[in-house]
């Protein structure tokens, strides 16, 4: 029998980036911006115009890897460094992983439904515009051990 699930759609990411977009035109730096789905596969994207080159796999990578992980790529960057739990997992993925902050999952009713990254200022700055995106849908990001933890039992 198939499974049904709740995923991102593009009404939904076309809000996403909006928001996302007003930010970093708040900061004055022009960014990458991604969202991925429930599957980790991008929906949406959006490069404004100036901003790095390098930053268009980084933004769409760190929302890939917010979502297979369910985590925040900042906390996986603490959790990779060296002597830690994940030591070594950016090498996974054909290198796609990206550990530094700026790539956020998207939680609803307790499930994650896709994923936002950013890519083109400080780690805080990048944070600061995914969780724009976020808050566009009315939802909260939630930390990897709160969305984890209500998943439990599911």
Partial sequence: MPRSYASLTLD???R???AAEAKAASLGIPYCIAVVDAGGHLVAFLRQDGALIGSIDLAIHKAA???IFD???SDLATLAQSGKPLFGIQ???AGKVVIFGGGVPVVLDGSIVGAVGAS???VEQDIAVAEAAIAA???QAQ???ASRSSRKGS
Wanted: hydrophobic share 25%; aromatic share 0%; proline share 0%.
């Fill in 65 to 67: 890897t917010a979502r």
């Fill in 137 to 139: 849908l009315g939802h």
């Fill in 143 to 145: 930390s990897s051990d």
């Fill in 91 to 93: 090498e996974s993925n």
């Fill in 16 to 18: 996403m980036l909006s």
């Fill in 12 to 14: 939904d990411a076309k």
């Fill in 71 to 73: 985590k925040r790529t």
């Fill in 120 to 122: 083109a200022g400080t």
